[in-house]
């Protein structure tokens, strides 16, 4: 029922297209009897792969390959159990932080539903969120949020997941609400109404988007007969007409122990685990487990097309070949091809759900504005996809003919040994990037268990490692022939009627590294200047083959040829980053003094014609907010990952120590500058409102108590707004919301996506309910939750080196160090009920912004 923030905007603007839901939240009995599985022995495609290898020089060469460690976790220890009733069960001991990680995986998506009833399967996991017997209301996600957690959920083709990350000591917590969830969900006919609202103002935020409509159209064009073809958020008609006993009757054929599996990952000593398992999923009784479709998509015998027009600045392109499902032997092959083609995002689909832009050195790298590739770890036959869009006045032909073109020679010619490496090596990156926490590697061992392809994960390495020219050029010829495509033009103009857009719901096998002692994987942050006084912020992590490089530059208006974000994760300042391997740091140091030496000043985007988009422009004007012109040096640094500390000193002082370094920002001066803002832009699917204030900034003693009063106020889909305009009403689907500092000035914004005809209804309760807060100001419990979630938050939020070294830098920018658990800790059990009380008047000070899209 939840989406990660941005979901459904195209990821030609940097946003997803595909559906995916994000939300950031003893006794004794008879253990049944059980199977182990055990999983030392490679699956027989492994052999077959390596019977490929042609040569012994090539075969030494192969295993030399796969002798070099890939991954932070040693998935031949990982346990997977069967239990008496068919429930999988799937364990796996980190001890680096006092955590845990389950994802339970439902064998059930878009693929299970029938013609009138598509997204059903997306309906059910909304519904799911909702309450059970034994945590009504909405606690199976509010119980969650009071204990510093963090929780997920998405639909998808094959598979229904619901995932949560918590401090170790609440395992038991999340046990049994996955076990209420799966036995006792309440799926209430009184509040399929007020869902059905969520779901269709979710399913309209896609339909701002070209990409997203292309997508679609592509699919159900591309599958004639499978069910893959269907987008599984539904087609608006069947979600306007599903009825209470369609999703009561999905729900109870498909949630069962014989359908499911548990993957757990963390602080958890295995044989006792295994006993809480039992111990709350043993009384379920097994249920269907018949969900694999038996639909067969025939061969595609010819060149399939699809053509739409719309509103658009760009033409919009997509080709689609059918391609290899997770158990093929082909999978590994056509994951290197599609490297070469573009580079690759990994297989980690709640990390990469949008098609991976092309990197420079790839085949299809400069082919229109922008292009990309996406394939998806799958049960049956699914797709990979090739799409960007080009300027209006580019040939379509000249499009197709360059892409079939560099396709062309990858079936008639065989791939140059050195850009098969290349790409082997950037594919086998983002394999260890794809589990670097306890939540990624829950993720991937359900996923892959789900689609019956846990060995191919376990073996990836070795089998990408394998594969040679001539495997690159067999798999081509096999599935990326002219008349195998599908292609589909979105063509910029007028817009022939309003579209009813649906969106989808949506190393590893080698030695792992030996770990230091239990506690000491991830040290704590130390800080050291360069001869500059550039502040460096070390942090190692052990476990982990890798790291992350971050750079600060205090402009949120720069041009740069690395990765960037601006205003992540400091607001006002722009973070560079880069990802590295172990061994490799000093090469991504250079590339970073390269890229710094090149910064540019670019203008300020332009207004925006995207409703969302806009409002983000809007709401800072009303306080008196510009973009940040800065000084084009770093302000700080951070690293965190498997490094030695020394050597990497060394190595920034060479690249970093004698540049300017850059000076503070002069502080912003925040004022109202307008009340109330209404932009128009008629004809978008979806509206946006946006509500901001001035905050105090991290130094002062009330910082926290305004994060916790928007905390009570709003939190994703919890809070007072969420319970009232999306669990009650179903009013809208996510309300996003930001504390944004520069270290010393500070304000907070609440955001919502919601249906034009209801934006009136949406503004007025919005108001209600945070005049509200002065009238029923926050109780003692919610106060309690609130600290509970900060502090939690602050350890399941920061495991991997992205996220330590981001929390790094915001908060040596806020600070000036960065703060001990203990230090945080303080701040926020400081808080009193008096402060919360006192601040609500300033709290309801604030500005709003409206994008109405009504004709």
């Known amino acids: 029922?939840?989406?990660?923030?941005?979901?459904?905007?195209?990821?030609?603007?940097?946003?997803?297209?595909?559906?995916?839901?994000?939300?950031?939240?003893?006794?004794?009995?008879?253990?049944?009897?059980?199977?182990?599985?055990?999983?030392?022995?490679?699956?027989?495609?492994?052999?077959?792969?390596?019977?490929?290898?042609?040569?012994?020089?090539?075969?030494?060469?192969?295993?030399?390959?796969?002798?070099?460690?890939?991954?932070?976790?040693?998935?031949?220890?990982?346990?997977?159990?069967?239990?008496?009733?068919?429930?999988?069960?799937?364990v796996l001991e980190d001890h680096t932080l006092p955590l845990v990680s389950t994802q339970m995986l439902y064998r059930v998506g878009g693929r299970n539903e029938c013609d009138g009833t598509t997204g059903v399967a997306h309906f059910v996991e909304h519904m799911a969120f909702r309450a059970t017997k034994n945590f009504p209301k909405t606690d199976v996600v509010n119980r969650i949020y009071a204990a510093g957690g963090e929780w997920h959920g998405y639909t998808w083709i094959?598979?229904?997941?619901?995932?949560?990350?918590?401090?170790?000591?609440?395992?038991?917590?999340?046990?049994?609400?996955?076990?209420?969830?799966?036995?006792?969900?309440?799926?209430?006919?009184?509040?399929?109404?007020?869902?059905?609202?969520a779901v269709l103002t979710e399913l309209h935020s896609y339909e701002n988007d070209p990409a997203s409509l292309l997508n679609d159209a592509v699919l159900t064009t591309c599958f004639l007969e499978h069910p893959y073809r269907n987008n599984t958020i539904g087609w608006t008609s069947d979600v306007e007409h599903l009825q209470h006993d369609d999703i009561a009757n999905f729900y109870h054929r498909y949630y069962n122990p014989s359908n499911a599996v548990l993957a757990i990952v963390g602080d958890i000593k295995t044989d006792e685990i295994l006993q809480r398992v039992h111990r709350y999923f043993d009384v379920i009784p097994a249920g269907n487990s018949d969900s694999i479709p038996r639909t067969k998509e025939p061969p595609q015998i010819g060149e399939r097309r699809i053509n739409l027009n719309g509103p658009a600045?760009?033409?919009?392109?997509?080709?689609?070949?059918?391609?290899?499902?997770?158990?093929?032997?082909?999978?590994?092959?056509?994951?290197?091809?599609?490297?070469?083609?573009?580079?690759?995002?990994?297989?980690?689909?709640?990390?990469?759900?949008?098609?991976?832009?092309?990197?420079?050195?790839?085949?299809?790298?400069?082919?229109?504005?922008?292009?990309?590739?996406?394939?998806?770890?799958?049960?049956?036959?699914?797709?990979?996809?090739?799409?960007?869009?080009?300027?209006?006045?580019?040939?379509?032909?000249?499009?197709?003919?360059?892409?079939?073109?560099?396709?062309?020679?990858?079936?008639?010619?065989?791939i140059p040994a050195e850009e098969l490496?290349?790409?082997?090596?950037?594919?086998?990156?983002?394999?260890?990037?794809?589990?670097?926490?306890?939540?990624?590697?829950?993720?991937?061992?359900?996923?892959?268990?789900?689609?019956?392809?846990?060995?191919?994960?376990?073996?990836?390495?070795?089998?990408?490692?394998?594969?040679?020219p001539e495997a690159i050029r067999i798999v081509a010829q096999k599935y990326l022939q002219p008349h195998q495509r599908t292609?589909?033009?979105?063509?910029?103009?007028?817009?022939?009627?309003?579209?009813?857009?649906?969106?989808?719901?949506?190393?590893?096998?080698?030695?792992?590294?030996?770990q230091t002692e239990e506690g000491n994987l991830i040290s704590e942050p130390q800080i050291r200047k360069l001869k500059n006084k550039l502040p460096v912020i070390f942090q190692r992590v052990t476990h982990v083959p890798s790291g992350t490089l971050r750079i600060l530059i205090p402009s949120d208006t720069v041009s740069s040829s690395a990765e960037s974000v601006a205003?992540?994760?400091?607001?006002?300042?722009?973070?560079?980053?880069?990802?590295?391997?172990?061994?490799?740091?000093?090469?991504?140091?250079?590339?970073?003094?390269?890229?710094?030496?090149?910064?540019?000043?670019?203008?300020?985007?332009?207004?925006?014609?995207?409703?969302?988009?806009?409002?983000?422009?809007?709401?800072?004007?009303?306080?008196?907010?510009?973009?940040?012109?800065?000084?084009l040096?770093?302000?700080?640094?951070?690293?965190?990952?498997?490094?030695?500390?020394?050597?990497?000193?060394?190595?920034?002082?060479?690249?970093?120590?004698?540049?300017?370094?850059?000076?503070?920002?002069?502080?912003?001066?925040?004022?109202?500058?307008?009340?109330?803002?209404?932009?128009?832009?008629?004809?978008k699917p979806q509206s946006q409102l946006g509500y901001a204030i001035i905050a105090p900034p991290p130094s002062s003693r009330d910082s926290y108590a305004y994060r916790m009063l928007l905390y009570i106020l709003t939190h994703d889909y919890g809070g007072r707004l969420g319970e009232e305009l999306i669990t009650k009403r179903g009013l809208?689907?996510?309300?996003?919301?930001?504390?944004?500092?520069?270290?010393?000035?500070?304000?907070?914004?609440?955001?919502?996506?919601?249906?034009?005809?209801?934006?009136?209804?949406?503004?007025?309760?919005?108001?209600?309910?945070?005049?509200?807060?002065?009238?029923?100001?926050?109780?003692?419990?919610?106060?309690?939750?609130?600290?509970?979630?900060?502090i939690g938050r602050r350890l399941t939020g920061n495991q991997n080196n992205d996220e330590l070294t981001a929390m790094a830098l915001r908060e040596y920018i806020d600070y000036g160090h960065v703060l001990t658990s203990a230090e945080f800790k303080t701040k926020v059990e400081s808080v009193t009920q008096e402060q919360l009380d006192k601040i609500i008047p300033e709290f309801l000070k604030g500005v709003t912004a409206i994008v109405d899209t009504n004709p």
């Open 732 to 790: 809208v689907y996510y309300i996003g919301n930001n504390y944004n500092s520069d270290g010393t000035s500070a304000w907070i914004s609440i955001t919502t996506g919601v249906n034009p005809d209801k934006l009136n209804e949406v503004r007025k309760e919005f108001d209600r309910l945070l005049k509200d807060l002065a009238n029923n100001p926050p109780s003692e419990s919610e106060l309690k939750e609130a600290k509970s979630y900060l």
């Open 158 to 197: 094959d598979e229904t997941t619901y995932f949560e990350t918590v401090p170790v000591q609440y395992v038991d917590l999340v046990l049994q609400i996955q076990a209420d969830r799966m036995h006792n969900a309440l799926i209430n006919e009184s509040e399929v109404e007020a869902e059905r609202g």
């Open 1 to 90: 029922m939840h989406s990660r923030t941005g979901a459904g905007k195209s990821w030609m603007e940097g946003k997803s297209i595909f559906e995916s839901h994000y939300h950031g939240s003893t006794t004794s009995g008879r253990i049944a009897y059980h199977s182990r599985r055990t999983r030392s022995q490679p699956p027989l495609y492994l052999a077959q792969m390596q019977s490929r290898i042609s040569n012994p020089v090539s075969l030494i060469i192969f295993f030399l390959l796969i002798s070099v460690p890939l991954f932070a976790y040693d998935l031949n220890q990982v346990r997977v159990e069967h239990f008496q009733n068919g429930l999988t069960v799937m």
């Open 421 to 468: 490496e290349r790409a082997r090596k950037q594919l086998l990156f983002e394999l260890v990037m794809d589990i670097t926490n306890t939540e990624n590697a829950a993720h991937q061992l359900a996923f892959f268990e789900g689609i019956h392809a846990f060995d191919v994960l376990q073996h990836l390495p070795e089998l990408v490692n394998a594969v040679t």
């Open 567 to 631: 205003d992540e994760p400091v607001w006002r300042y722009t973070s560079l980053n880069w990802k590295f391997l172990e061994g490799e740091l000093n090469q991504v140091i250079a590339a970073a003094q390269k890229s710094v030496a090149e910064l540019k000043q670019e203008k300020p985007d332009e207004e925006s014609d995207d409703p969302e988009t806009r409002l983000n422009q809007t709401l800072p004007q009303l306080l008196g907010i510009v973009p940040t012109v800065g000084e």
């Open 487 to 514: 292609i589909g033009w979105y063509l910029a103009g007028a817009l022939p009627h309003p579209a009813a857009l649906m969106k989808p719901s949506v190393k590893l096998n080698a030695a792992t590294k030996p």
């Open 633 to 683: 040096h770093p302000a700080a640094i951070a690293i965190a990952g498997d490094f030695d500390e020394q050597q990497a000193l060394i190595s920034l002082e060479n690249a970093f120590g004698k540049i300017p370094t850059a000076r503070k920002l002069t502080p912003l001066k925040l004022q109202v500058t307008e009340k109330e803002k209404i932009v128009r832009i008629p004809g």
């Open 313 to 414: 600045n760009s033409n919009y392109f997509q080709i689609t070949y059918v391609a290899p499902a997770a158990q093929d032997s082909d999978y590994p092959i056509f994951l290197l091809l599609q490297s070469v083609l573009t580079g690759s995002s990994g297989i980690n689909f709640i990390q990469h759900e949008d098609p991976e832009k092309a990197q420079p050195q790839t085949l299809l790298y400069g082919i229109g504005e922008s292009i990309g590739s996406f394939i998806c770890p799958s049960e049956q036959p699914y797709v990979f996809t090739i799409a960007g869009k080009t300027a209006r006045d580019v040939s379509q032909t000249e499009i197709e003919s360059s892409i079939e073109n560099k396709i062309a020679a990858l079936r008639n010619d065989l």
